[in-house]
């Protein structure tokens, strides 16, 4: 039986026309937060922010999609768990 790799990078619009965007980095135990204007891959992250951290403290960006804080929640269980 194959397991499932859970989801481990995420993208949404702006208000402002741009689009933010996440990423877990299961390597190293961090998340990657990229704010306005993520639209080249090769680029830095704004935050990186340990697993630990955002169980306690919640993203450090404005208005990410609760959605997408729930499913990173998931992701991270998924891969704390492996």
């Known amino acids: 039986m194959t397991s499932k ?5 995420w993208m949404w619009p702006t208000g402002g026309g741009d689009v933010n965007g ?3 980095d299961p390597v190293d135990g961090v998340i990657h937060w ?4 993520i639209g080249c891959a090769c680029g830095d992250s704004t935050i990186e922010q340990p697993y630990a ?3 306690q403290k919640g993203t450090p960006l404005a208005d990410v999609p ?3 804080c729930a499913e990173i929640l998931l992701s991270l269980d998924a891969l704390e768990s492996a």
């Open 53 to 55: 951290n955002y169980r």
């Open 5 to 9: 790799q859970p989801t481990t990078s």
């Open 22 to 24: 996440v990423t877990i």
């Open 66 to 68: 609760d959605d997408v």
């Open 34 to 37: 990229f704010d306005s204007g």
